[in-house]
């Protein structure tokens, strides 16, 4: 992003606000089960859930696809603009496009956005925030890297 292109004093609030508060969420999780250590995990999509696998347990939750990053063109695409993700799967980036409502956030109406990696970490942080999940799972692929918001947790045990 670049000067002029949608940094309103509204939209940095937002996008620091959500920063703070996401970052605490996500070492929580780190803390409480891990997440980041896992050795394995997987989502399914059609299901809107996801699992991580750690040693002596597992955890399943729900999942929304928040969004994606492609770092070869340096560009945010958001899960609302995505239509090859399932409907249900959209609706916490549906919930962030709402807000393009507001003056100033107009910026959360592109569907795809310009930006340094760093920040597309903050997309996500503001679609956990609006949609209140419990934190964000980048997945690495080739081409881009999708970003997952999580929530409700189950722990599954391993005898």
């Known amino acids: 992003m670049t000067e002029g292109s949608g940094l309103t004093p509204e939209f940095t609030q937002l996008l620091v606000e959500s920063f703070v508060e996401t970052k605490a969420k ?6 409480k089960w891990g997440l980041g250590s896992s050795r394995e995990w997987s989502a399914d999509l059609a299901q809107g859930t996801i699992t991580f696998d750690f040693p002596d347990y597992t955890l399943h939750g729900r999942c929304q696809f928040l969004g994606s990053y492609a770092p070869e ?7 609302w603009a995505n239509e090859s993700i399932p409907a249900p799967m959209r609706h916490a980036a549906l919930q962030v496009r709402a807000l393009a ?10 569907p795809k956005v310009g930006v340094r990696a760093d920040i597309a970490d903050d997309f996500a942080s503001i679609a956990v925030e609006v949609a209140g999940l419990d934190g964000w799972y980048r997945v690495p692929a080739a081409r881009s890297n999708a970003y997952l918001g999580f929530t409700g947790f189950d722990v599954e045990p391993h005898d």
Do not use: K, Y
């Not at 063109?73 to 899960?79: D, I, M, P, R, V």
């Not at 409502?101 to 592109?110: D, H, N, Q, T, V």
């Open 26 to 31: 996500q070492e929580r999780a780190a803390e």
């Open 73 to 79: 063109a340096s560009t945010w695409l958001w899960g």
């Open 101 to 110: 409502e507001r003056p100033g956030l107009e910026l959360l109406a592109e």
